[in-house]
């Protein structure tokens, strides 16, 4: 595994698990909420929102779970050991709740969903089950469970998406946030919980995305990330109050032959009378501030055109970093993944990225030994990763999920003990891999964006370049977290770039 500090926030194993806590003065009276998050960025951003909905119903956040009335854990089904590091966070919950019988524990996110009212019976010690398109709804189900009843709501929606609730941020820095764009996943990759966790993919309204990282950037926020499962199937009319067709996103819209492409020619008011792709709404929250730098995550193979790439090149405050996971470099497997793209199609769009925006960061997603993999196929994954030279990768050895279509249909038949040298393998090219692309900054002048003090010393700034990458530099007086600086790399460790600003 690399070091996960240069990783990019929204896959940040660092983050697993950690009590997510508003930053406000505390009310003596305020009942208390600690909240702990597992899983992407969506389940981070989401618990945002509950910290919002039940900020309205006197609720503060506390970083201390001895001192809640309410301990909420939003969960993660993604792979097995996801669901088991919650069970085993459960029981320690457990023992807080013998102590304090009126203490409320609920279950949030992915594998509320899964799980559904089995949770209640399976761990005795819960209160509430959740599921991620219910938040509204928690309120309520607090007070259901204060009247001596457990309660569960686990209904999904085709058109939720929290668009109008301005999420609080916790444990932010002031500096850098999460927006979710879309929720849910309509794409069905056999091996995935997430469509069924998560339901029907929606984009939610443009003018409240644009809304909120204006909000964002006026109270000092200098980096927003837009999240969803597949942002390139982003697609919203205006007057719809959710995504029309939902099916496919924009695969079918034609890529751009060349350079001259303007979404909007830079008019917000035109975009958005027309219906706003993935490529509009970048420019369109790009055009809040040159200063306001913007991410995204995730892209999807199939659905990347090239006028989405046409338009992070247009754009310096939008970052040249694209997350592009290929799952594996063989087409045999990608079919029975049900990913809808071929090693070849894959190729064709790093090659686009390369032609359009010369020297963007790209980093994946490998799965290691998926059903049916064989040797000679494994062996083309490690050989598309010596294609891209990933900046940086998440690797996983395949976990079976229940009611997947793969749990279903194909037999997982690759032995763990093979899963697990063919993830060796595949992570230790991609050591090699993310070392050379860090080197290639040594000597190079970067522009970072501040983050705060680095976690070694509080004499060192940390912050990002436009890759990801974590470059750590003395501090200077005259410069500031939430500020830009030129930083020259002067050398690297095998996870950060180390400089000073010039
Ligand atoms: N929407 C994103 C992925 C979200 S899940 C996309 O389509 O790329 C994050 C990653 O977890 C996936 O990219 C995949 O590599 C991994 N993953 C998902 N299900 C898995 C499973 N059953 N076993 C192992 N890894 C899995
Ligand atoms: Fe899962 Fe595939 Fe949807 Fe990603 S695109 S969330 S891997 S179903
Ligand atoms: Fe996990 Fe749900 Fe995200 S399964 S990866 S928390 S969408």
């Not at 939003?74 to 807080?96: D, H, K, P, W, Y």
């Not at 494994?378 to 976990?399: C, I």
């Amino acid at each position: 595994m690399i070091d996960l500090q240069i990783q990019d926030k929204t896959h940040d194993e660092a983050r697993q698990g950690e009590a997510l806590i508003l930053d406000a003065p505390v009310k003596a009276d305020a009942r208390k909420l600690y909240i702990e998050s597992y899983g992407c960025a969506m389940n981070f951003a989401d618990s945002e929102i509950v910290a919002s909905i039940l900020s309205e119903t006197g609720f503060e956040t506390t970083g201390d779970y001895h001192q809640a009335d309410v301990i909420f854990i939003n969960t993660c089904s993604i792979r097995e050991n996801a669901e088991t590091r919650v069970r085993n966070r459960l029981s320690q919950f457990g023992a807080e709740k013998r102590r304090n019988p009126k203490l409320i524990v609920g279950v949030l996110g992915c594998m509320a969903e899964r799980l559904k009212s089995k949770f209640l019976e399976e761990e005795r010690l819960v209160d509430v089950v959740v599921g991620p398109d219910a938040y509204r709804d928690l309120p309520n189900l607090i007070e259901q469970v204060e009247s001596g009843h457990k309660a569960v709501n686990v209904l999904l929606s085709r058109e939720e998406t929290y668009a109008d609730i301005s999420p609080v941020r916790l444990n932010s820095n002031g500096i850098t946030a999460f927006i979710s764009i879309t929720r849910g996943c309509n794409n069905m990759c056999s091996f995935c919980v997430v469509p069924f966790t998560r339901g029907r993919e929606r984009s939610r309204d443009a003018h409240s995305i644009v809304a909120e990282a204006r909000a964002l950037f006026e109270a000092g926020y200098r980096e927003v990330t837009l999240l969803g499962q597949n942002v390139d199937s982003y697609t919203w009319t205006p007057g719809a109050l959710t995504n029309p067709s939902g099916e496919r996103g924009n695969a079918e819209l034609p890529n751009q032959p060349n350079g001259q492409v303007s979404p909007t020619g830079g008019d917000l008011e035109g975009a958005l009378a027309g219906v706003v792709n993935f490529a509009n709404l970048l420019e369109m929250v790009a055009l809040v501030s040159p200063e306001l730098r913007v991410r995204f995550s995730t892209s999807h193979p199939k659905d990347i055109t090239d006028e989405v790439l046409h338009t992070i090149a247009k754009y310096d405050n939008i970052c040249n970093y694209i997350h592009l996971p290929v799952q594996s470099g063989n087409t045999r497997v990608l079919e029975l993944m049900n990913r809808t793209y071929t090693r070849e199609w894959y190729i064709n769009r790093i090659d686009a990225i390369r032609n359009i925006i010369p020297g963007c960061a790209i980093s994946t997603d490998i799965i290691a030994g998926f059903c049916t993999e064989t040797e000679e196929e494994h062996q083309e994954t490690l050989s598309m990763m010596d294609y891209v030279q990933y900046d940086f990768a998440y690797n996983f050895t395949y976990s079976e999920r229940p009611g997947t279509l793969a749990a279903r249909k194909l037999e997982d038949d690759i032995p763990e003990e093979v899963k697990k040298r063919r993830l060796a393998e595949i992570l230790a090219k991609q050591q090699a891999h993310s070392l050379m692309r860090l080197q290639e900054w040594v000597g190079k002048t970067v522009r970072v964006l501040i983050e705060g003090t680095s976690k070694k010393s509080d004499k060192d700034y940390c912050g990002r370049g436009d890759s990801g990458a974590m470059a750590i530099f003395p501090a200077v007086d005259n410069v500031k977290p939430g500020e830009y600086a030129n930083v020259y790399i002067e050398r690297c460790t095998s996870a950060t770039l180390i400089g000073r600003i010039v």
